[in-house]
């Protein structure tokens, strides 16, 4: 069974950095793309940026575009997201997810077939 495993969140003042991340553990499985999305108290789940898992190509959402970077790990089979320039309205839990094989549109949580249990990000002001 596999899981992926979120860890690096916790509280930055506005305008500090975190560094996330998304381990995978279990058995090996082929990933077509990773993701992670964010989710505030009361709102949905929000797409925040993808990398493609043979190339790196990546995609971001224009709410962090600028202010974030997610990359991999291929050989420690992690993927990172680094996120700079905080503000408050960025406080939420941040989840990793893996999509398996290659879809139409990657930015909606219904593309992804495994998720993380999410790592909390509070940002004060």
């Known amino acids: 069974q596999v899981q992926l495993v979120e860890s690096g969140g916790g509280l930055v003042q506005a305008g500090g950095s975190l560094r996330l991340s998304c381990a995978a553990s279990?058995?090996?499985?082929?990933?077509?793309?990773m993701g992670w999305f964010r989710q505030a108290p009361g709102k949905e789940r929000e797409f925040v940026a993808r990398i493609r898992w043979i190339d790196g190509n990546t995609y971001y959402a224009d709410s962090l575009k600028g202010r974030c970077t997610i990359s991999r790990d291929n050989a420690q089979n992690t993927v990172v997201l680094q996120m700079n320039s905080l503000k408050p309205e960025d406080t939420a839990v941040y989840y990793c997810?893996?999509?398996?094989?290659?879809?139409?549109?990657?930015?909606?949580?219904?593309?992804?077939?495994?998720w993380g249990q999410g790592t909390q990000v509070t940002v004060s002001s």
């Open positions: 997810a893996a999509v398996f094989s290659p879809k139409r549109t990657m930015t909606k949580p219904l593309a992804y077939d495994l």
């Open positions: 279990g058995r090996t499985f082929s990933r077509y793309a």
